[in-house]
């Protein structure tokens, strides 16, 4: 054969080797994208599918108004303030308040509109955020090559359909509660800490990383995204500050977690002269109401049978895991690691994560049960599920190309396993997803039964006739509301005390004397259970508040009734409003329900010492010597309590009983 047949063979033989080898190379690059491929498609469809439902069941509730009153307060000049004049922190949020300040300040919309829409961008953005840490903690984006070739790789929604399907996650998501923002930042705080478990350990102590930092600052401001939420954030530092880390970047770690909540903490402190929110004071965050915790969990897993993809998702965990187990190689130690230093080592780790996470998320549902949950329907236990299913947000599905696997044919009989497993806890949420999407939810949702528990959505459209409720104008339509508006423009120029009244179209008027006794504001009082309508439709000159003591501390420093509605636990009798407010004490202008020797009692029981020093702590003209002042006693004012019977407060402040007044 000559020369030239030779090469001539020799090519044709090179170009049908090339040739048989492209294919094979587009394959693998399908292979190696499809992971990232999916896991966008099925983001992009949780967050196309959570957004529709959200839009679909808008409406924000009469105690995310409460907020709106504070912003506004802040937007004119008053402070952050409930009624001007009085420093009571009425917010739980301290990051959701003034968050929507400022976008109200930014953008001058109506202030409703602009809760609206934070809630929905806050809500809708953390799914596939939430997503794409765990998409990063199973590490898909860097599988060798080998394993690419080994399976094809699919990464479907799992956790994230869980959450999306239930209808009261779709009524939180636009509310005007912060459930949107807790979320948001439960997510955010997923994909930094996941971030961290997957880099190396700082080595040497003239390295600061800004991304640790950063993670620290996130959960550092826990408590002032909501207090019980520093359960999370304290587990997620203890973990990073327990890790490999260099003694400078443990000091700056705690120094920027610290910096803004010790901050805010001592401006409560010597502001609003308490350690905790007015509301946590309110709602006593530190009772016990275990029966009605289980009560309410019932109430939430009933309707949705939710137990159903809780299994699932546990199970999905394990094998997950176990199948992560089987492709990653077996981590090398050093021998000459200490035992503290091996346990840190493996601290910075994804499962040492995934622990973590499950552990705060369950901390925090034994929270609400130990709390009694809440009035409104799921609503304090979607961030403990949104924590739970972080882990399993997403789900990869790894269909093997060839029964015999690296392993060989055992474990690609395995690996055919573990897909088939997978795809069926997939099929298995999608089906109920389905189902539960569409669920009426809880049984007569709209009443307030012996368990207390409502659904607020469908009970105030239900009151007011409207699909949508957003605006503070559309809850005019509630029960009362446009007659008190009448009551206010009518009486607003001599003061007084407003009350409702058994008919709808009537509020009780009782006057100030004339003159009004030195002291006290010629003000409009008005005091009602529903704080966010009644408050949203009255101007900032009128004093706005409640029987519970969101918004009045002489309320909310009452003893708890244990038998009462969960997150109504505090009642306070109207005289000692009329007392507090200085309105007239007498018949015939005391409205008849009233006692007048109950007023008279009220009234001498406000000059109780301990009582007089928590008024002043609000009332009193701030200044360094009223901060410094407020600032040593919010220890005292935080625990102190009043008797809610004035006659058995007198005698606990051992004060003399008025003499009484006589009968009607």
């Known amino acids: 054969m000559s020369r030239s047949t030779s090469s001539a063979e020799a090519d044709i033989t090179d170009r049908t080797a090339i040739t048989s ?85 930014i953008t001058d919309a109506q202030i409703e509109y602009v809760v609206l829409w934070i809630a929905l961008v806050l809500s809708v ?10 998409y990063r903690l199973l590490g898909m984006s860097e599988r060798a090559p080998a394993a690419n070739r080994a399976a094809l790789v699919l990464v479907v929604p799992l956790g994230a359909l869980v959450y999306i399907a239930l209808p009261p996650a779709r009524d939180f998501a636009t509310s005007g509660l912060e459930v949107s923002l807790c979320i948001f930042w439960v997510a955010v705080l997923w994909c930094q800490l996941v971030a961290w478990s997957r880099r190396s350990p700082e080595t040497t102590g003239k390295r600061v990383n800004a991304s640790t930092l950063a993670l620290g600052f996130t959960a550092g401001l826990s408590p002032l995204i909501r207090p019980e939420l520093a359960i999370v954030g304290a587990l997620v530092l203890l973990l990073v500050f327990a890790a490999t880390m260099t003694w400078r970047m443990r000091i700056a770690f705690v120094a ?17 002269g308490l350690l905790i929110p007015n509301t946590a004071v309110a709602k006593d965050a530190s009772g016990s109401k275990f029966e009605q915790g289980f009560r309410y969990l019932g109430n939430l897993f009933g309707p949705y049978v939710l137990l159903l993809p809780l299994i699932v998702a546990l199970l999905a965990l394990a094998l997950v895991w176990f ?40 901390v925090e549902a034994v929270y609400w049960l130990r709390q009694g949950g809440d009035f409104m329907h799921a609503r304090v236990l979607l961030v403990p599920l949104f924590l739970l299913m972080l882990p399993v947000m997403v789900l990869p599905i790894a269909v093997p190309t060839s029964l015999r696997g690296a392993g060989g044919a055992a474990s690609g009989v395995v690996g055919v396993g573990v897909a088939v497993a997978s795809t069926a806890f997939f099929v ?15 049984p007569n949702g709209t009443d307030i039964g012996r368990s207390g528990i409502v659904d607020e959505r469908r009970y105030y459209i239900q009151n007011i006739g409207i699909e949508h409720p957003v605006t503070a104008e559309d809850y005019l339509n509630y029960p009362r509301m446009r007659a008190m508006v009448e009551s206010i423009a009518e009486h607003s120029d001599k003061g007084g005390v407003l009350l409702p009244s058994g008919n709808y179209d009537e509020w009780y008027y009782d006057p100030l004397p004339v003159p009004p006794p030195a002291g006290v504001p010629k003000q409009i009082t008005v005091f009602f259970l529903n704080l966010g309508m009644t408050s949203m439709n009255s101007s900032l000159d009128v004093r706005v508040i409640d029987q519970m003591g969101l918004a009045y501390p002489i309320a909310s420093h009452t003893e708890r009734l244990e038998d009462a ?9 109207t005289e000692w409003v009329i007392a507090d407010s200085g309105a007239v004490p007498v018949y015939p202008f005391l409205p008849l329900y009233l006692d007048q020797d109950w007023v008279r009692q009220a009234k001498e029981a406000l000059t109780c010492k301990p009582t007089q020093d928590l008024i002043a702590s609000y009332e009193a003209p701030m200044n360094l010597t009223r901060f410094r002042r407020n600032l040593v006693q919010s220890f005292d004012f935080t625990d102190y309590r009043i008797d809610r019977v004035p006659r058995y407060e007198l005698q606990r402040c051992r004060l003399p009983i008025p003499a009484p007044v006589g009968q009607r």
């Open 565 to 573: 509605r969960i997150g109504h636990d505090k009642d306070l009798d």
């Open 21 to 105: 080898e492209r294919p094979a190379s587009t394959v693998s690059r399908v292979r190696a994208a499809l992971p990232a491929g999916t896991f966008t498609v099925s983001a992009v469809v949780v967050a196309a599918l959570f957004a529709s439902g959200a839009w679909q069941r808008r409406w924000i509730a009469d105690d995310g108004l409460i907020v709106l009153r504070t912003v506004r307060n802040l937007l004119a000049g008053n402070g952050p303030v409930f009624n001007k004049g009085e420093r009571v922190e009425a917010n739980t949020s301290t990051v959701w308040t003034y968050l929507i300040w400022f976008w109200t300040w």
């Open 125 to 134: 953005a953390a799914l596939p955020l939430a997503m794409f840490g765990t």
């Open 428 to 442: 298995t949420t999608v089906v109920w997803a389905i189902v539960t999407s569409h669920s009426p939810g809880m």
């Open 256 to 272: 920027v977690a610290a910096v803004l909540p010790v901050g805010y903490q001592i401006f409560r402190m010597g502001y609003y």
């Open 323 to 362: 199948a992560r187990s089987r492709s990653l190689p077996t981590p090398v130690r050093s021998a000459s690691m200490g035992r503290v230093a091996r346990f840190r080592s493996r601290l910075r780790s994804p499962g040492a994560v995934v622990v973590v996470i499950l552990v705060a998320g369950l």
